[in-house]
């Protein structure tokens, strides 16, 4: 998951410049929230879900990163990134805008992105997102930190996507959602910023899309056991 702004304004540095025009400090931050090898039945898997961010309170400009690289097949699964504005609508959500470039082994997609990101009731850190184009579909994404010990956390998370429209050339049916579920279990080795883990993964395509997947001779389910490191500054 993400750098949300609670996060962000905690532990984020703060620069003071300058000037009438910098009232505000800004603040930037980083985060790797899952950089793992997957092992699963098919090809092996390097992952990765990343953030960085600047600016201040009130805006801030987010890059986001989202990849999958098959080891046998030496190529992307999936390779997103975005460029996001996140401004605060309400104490615990940011409203969120911006562009979404996906290259995966099909066509490039670009999509405008509208979305919300904050913390839902009990702390659970929410992604909620429609990319609009000719092939238009909404995901929501929400995880939750649950600490067992002070350095032992375990997260589990799930993501929900759903397209409106056939996208055939990617793999993608209309109305046919794909669910991604995974808990990881991590150890804090310096205070937050650099955190091992191990955990399990699991994906699965329905409708439409597990029917196109099959067509190709897929799957239209994994499980995988993962292990990673959870970087943050």
Same mark, same amino acid.
Request: proline content about 6%; glycine content about 10%.
């Given at each position: 998951?993400?750098?949300?702004?609670?996060?962000?304004?905690?532990?984020?540095? =703060?620069?003071?410049?300058?000037?009438?025009?910098? +009232? #505000?400090?800004?603040?930037?931050?980083?985060? &790797?929230?899952?950089?793992?090898?997957?092992?699963? %039945?098919?090809?092996?898997?390097?992952?990765?879900?990343?953030?960085? /961010?600047?600016?201040?309170?009130?805006?801030?400009?987010?890059?986001?990163?989202?990849?999958?690289?098959?080891?046998?097949?030496? &190529?992307?699964?999936?390779? #997103?990134?975005? /460029?996001?504005?996140?401004?605060?609508? *309400?104490?615990?959500?940011?409203?969120?805008?911006?562009?979404?470039?996906?290259?995966?082994?099909?066509?490039?997609?670009?999509?405008?992105?509208?979305?919300?990101?904050?913390?839902?009731?009990?702390?659970? %850190?929410?992604?909620?997102?429609?990319?609009?184009?000719?092939?238009?579909? +909404?995901?929501?994404? $929400?995880?939750?930190?649950?600490?067992? *010990?002070?350095?032992?956390?375990? *997260?589990?998370?799930?993501?929900?996507?759903?397209?409106?429209?056939?996208?055939?050339?990617? !793999?993608?049916?209309?109305?046919?959602?794909?669910?991604?579920?995974?808990?990881?279990?991590?150890?804090?080795?310096?205070?937050?910023?650099?955190?091992?883990?191990?955990?399990?993964?699991?994906?699965?395509?329905?409708?439409?899309?597990?029917?196109?997947?099959?067509?190709? !001779?897929?799957?239209?389910? $994994?499980?995988?056991?993962? =292990?990673?490191?959870?970087?943050?500054?």
């Amino acid at each position: 998951m993400r750098l949300h702004h609670v996060l962000a304004g905690a532990v984020a540095p =703060a620069l003071s410049l300058a000037g009438p025009a910098f +009232a #505000e400090p800004l603040i930037w931050g980083f985060q &790797a929230e899952q950089l793992e090898y997957r092992l699963g %039945e098919g090809s092996d898997i390097l992952a990765w879900d990343a953030d960085a /961010l600047i600016g201040t309170d009130e805006l801030k400009v987010v890059w986001r990163s989202d990849g999958e690289y098959a080891l046998d097949e030496d &190529a992307f699964e999936k390779l #997103e990134n975005q /460029l996001r504005l996140q401004t605060p609508i *309400t104490d615990f959500f940011d409203a969120v805008v911006g562009v979404r470039v996906s290259t995966p082994a099909g066509p490039d997609r670009v999509h405008g992105v509208v979305g919300l990101h904050g913390l839902a009731p009990q702390w659970f %850190e929410i992604d909620a997102d429609l990319f609009v184009s000719d092939e238009p579909f +909404a995901r929501v994404e $929400a995880e939750y930190e649950a600490l067992l *010990t002070n350095r032992i956390i375990l *997260t589990p998370s799930v993501e929900f996507e759903l397209p409106f429209t056939d996208d055939e050339p990617i !793999g993608v049916g209309a109305w046919g959602p794909r669910l991604e579920v995974g808990a990881r279990l991590s150890y804090d080795v310096i205070d937050r910023a650099v955190a091992p883990y191990v955990g399990v993964h699991y994906e699965r395509s329905f409708g439409e899309t597990a029917d196109l997947a099959r067509a190709d !001779g897929e799957d239209a389910g $994994a499980v995988y056991f993962v =292990a990673g490191v959870r970087v943050m500054f």
